[in-house]
C-alpha cells in the first residue's frame, strides 16, 4: 500500500508562507485523488483541499481558496500544499491521504485513507 508522511510545518507570522509537502511512498499514488486536511486544538478534523491529477481536478475549501495551492513534483512522488497570506486560524494539525478517484465526497474525511502523521502549522498574529 502507498504510504504518504507530510513535512514542512513550523511557526510563522501572520501574513507570512509556508511550503507542506506529501511524500509518497510509491508512485502509483498519482492514482489516487490526494486530500489535505486540517485539525485545530479542540476541532474536528477540516478539508482543506484536494486535487486528482489524472482528472486535472482540484477542490479548496472557502477559507483558504486564492491563498493555497496544491502542486506536485511526479519526479519524487510528492504533492506540495503552498500556503500563502497565512492567518493565525489557519494554525492547527495538517494531515495529507489518498482516495480513491471518482468515488464519494473530496470533502469528506471519511473517503480517505492511509493517512500521513501529520504536520504541525503555528501562524502567530
Known amino acids: 500500500q502507498v504510504q504518504v508522511v507530510e513535512s514542512g510545518g513550523g511557526l510563522v507570522q501572520a501574513g507570512g508562507s509556508l511550503r507542506l509537502s506529501c511524500a509518497a511512498s510509491?508512485?502509483?499514488?498519482?492514482?489516487?485523488?490526494v486530500g489535505w486536511f486540517r485539525q485545530a486544538p479542540g476541532k474536528e478534523r477540516d478539508f482543506v483541499a484536494a486535487i486528482l491529477w489524472t482528472a486535472g481536478t482540484t477542490d479548496y475549501a472557502a477559507s483558504v481558496k486564492g491563498r493555497f495551492t496544491i502542486s506536485r513534483d511526479a519526479a519524487k512522488n510528492t504533492e506540495y500544499l503552498q500556503m500563502n497570506s497565512l492567518k493565525p486560524e489557519d494554525t492547527a494539525v495538517y494531515y495529507c491521504a489518498l482516495k480513491e478517484p471518482f468515488t464519494g465526497s473530496a470533502y469528506e474525511q471519511s473517503q480517505y485513507f492511509n493517512w500521513g502523521p501529520g504536520t504541525q502549522v503555528t501562524v502567530s498574529s
Open positions: 510509491d508512485p502509483t499514488f498519482e492514482s489516487y485523488a
